[in-house]
């Protein structure tokens, strides 16, 4: 059960400013349950502007539930989780790809629903799929793709959206070790470049982008030696 107050990381802290920023995510007071389970309890935490936040944590913490609440995926059963009022790029931890669309037209179709015009979509599409290594592979099928393959055809699509805020859940599973320093050192050069707010979930904090500021840590709450709710890098 999660109960880290979040006072660590609220908006007034180490920016500087007289005036507090406001935040791209927000979950305050948050309780969240599966039934009689709840993995969740009065938890806070801010997300601020262009600012890449990581979280760790054994399985079963709940890190996967905080990202699917961070996207509006799952309510909290109590609390507030205020998103943020542009897009939202989300790598889920399996591609959940559309298995009757190519690689192109997965990526198509989440621009297009987000409201970007057919026509600059497949271009856009094509670029983010070549930046992924995979510029021959944009007709195949997901089932003619490895794991990995489809992992970064997800991380494709999570770009195309121009998301504000970046949801990544364990995004470089099946990434054989020099793909997955290519894709990392890509998503951090897009991160920086385009200011995006990122929530990276990890159990290997090495993996985490070169300027994850904080590390937010889930764990077992009667087990604070070993899980304290937050620390933080650098
Ligand atoms: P993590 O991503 O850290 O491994 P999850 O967020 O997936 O953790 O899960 C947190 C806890 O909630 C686990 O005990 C898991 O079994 C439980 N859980 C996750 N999803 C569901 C669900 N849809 N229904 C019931 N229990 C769930
Ligand atoms: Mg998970």
């Known amino acids: 059960m999660n109960t880290a107050t979040g006072v660590e990381n609220s908006p007034e802290a180490g ?19 599966y039934g009689g389970l709840r993995v969740f309890a009065h938890f806070n935490l801010w997300l601020l502007p262009g600012r890449v936040l990581g979280v760790r944590g054994p399985s ?30 989300y790598v889920f931890q399996e591609p959940r790809l559309i298995p009757w669309y190519t690689a192109l ?9 987000c409201g970007h015009p057919k026509a ?9 799929l070549s930046d992924m290594g995979l510029e021959s592979f944009e007709n195949h ?30 995004p470089f599973t099946g990434l054989d070790p020099a793909m997955k320093s290519r894709v990392r050192d890509n998503l951090s050069r897009v991160v920086s470049d385009q200011g995006i707010s ?18 937010v840590t889930l764990g077992q709450w009667h087990d604070p030696r070993r899980f304290g709710p937050t620390r933080y890098l650098g």
């Not at 920016?15 to 349950?33: H, K, R, S, Y």
């Not at 509006?72 to 939202?88: D, F, H, S």
């Not at 037209?105 to 629903?113: D, K």
Request: aromatic share 2%; hydrophobic share 45%; charged share 20%.
């Open 60 to 89: 079963g913490s709940g890190k996967s539930t905080l990202l699917k609440m961070a996207a509006g995926l799952i309510p909290p059963a109590e609390g507030r989780v205020t998103l943020p009022r542009g897009p939202i790029g």
């Open 15 to 33: 920016t500087g400013q007289a005036v507090p920023q406001t935040p791209v995510l927000a979950f305050e007071d948050v309780t969240m349950t």
């Open 120 to 128: 600059a979509a497949r271009e856009t599409a094509a670029g983010l």
């Open 198 to 215: 990122v929530m990276h979930v990890t159990h290997d904090t090495r993996e985490l982008l070169p300027q994850t500021r904080e590390v």
């Open 141 to 170: 099928y997901p089932r003619q793709l490895s794991g990995g393959m489809n992992q970064r055809v997800s991380i494709a699509r999570a770009l195309a959206v121009k998301p504000v805020l970046l949801l990544l859940d364990e």
């Open 105 to 113: 037209e997965n990526i198509c179709l989440a621009m297009t629903a």
